[in-house]
């Protein structure tokens, strides 16, 4: 009870919102300056998009893992974090893939269309940006009151994206677990932690672990 009042303390839920929110600007502030630095490494533009890439899949699973941590803490102050970590997720989907439309392709509609042909990885990024796109278009609460119960089944699909995006960024490093090729331990250890996150939203592990926390 004593944990539970202090983050539900009005002081310490403005920390930590800040904290979240510098949290989520520090990597974009980062890239902009060593892009301007010349700090972008010998290759900029992959050290880009992997760096958006990375701060998308970590937001998101972070968002993700809004409802479980309240679940196991009984801290509501985690679960209000889901929405803004979301969004940023978001932010940052859009811009790897303007890295990759506009500053490495140019904008080349037959470049891009050769490489979504060459690369079928590209398609996993793609859907999951999509989604992505409709459920911050849709985030807002006159959306949720529109859509009433089609809402919340919409909102659902974030658990799909984050199986997408995993599993989009295990194909782009190369990874090979049956031989432990490429980077493999990030996209696993991400993978493994989605999984763990969505097994926790099954209904009765749900109540069980509700149950034992409580």
């Known amino acids: ?84 970590l979301g969004l940023y997720a978001f932010f940052y989907a859009v811009i790897h893939f303007l890295i990759f439309t506009v500053w490495d392709y140019e904008l080349v509609s037959s470049r891009i269309l050769r490489q979504f042909i060459e690369k079928t990885y590209l398609w996993l990024g793609f859907t999951g940006l999509v989604i992505l796109t409709l459920l911050a278009l849709t985030s807002n609460r006159w959306w949720k009151t529109k859509m009433k119960q089609n809402w919340k089944k919409l909102h659902r699909l974030v658990y799909l994206t984050g199986v997408i995006v995993v599993f989009h960024d295990f194909l782009a490093q190369k990874a090979d677990l049956t031989r432990l090729q490429g980077n493999v331990i990030l996209p696993l250890i991400y993978g493994i932690l989605v999984v763990i996150l969505l097994v926790l939203r099954i209904p009765f592990i749900k109540r069980l672990v509700t149950r034992q926390s409580s």
């Open 1 to 84: 009870m004593a944990i539970q009042e202090f983050f539900n303390h009005p002081r310490v839920k403005n920390i930590l919102r800040l904290v979240m929110h510098v949290g989520a600007w520090l990597p974009f502030a980062l890239l902009v300056l060593d892009y301007f630095t010349n700090n972008l490494t010998i290759n900029p533009i992959q050290a880009a998009t992997q760096r958006t890439g990375r701060t998308t899949i970590t937001l998101l699973t972070l968002s993700l893992a809004g409802t479980p941590m309240r679940m196991l803490t009984g801290i509501p102050l985690f679960g209000s974090y889901k929405k803004p």
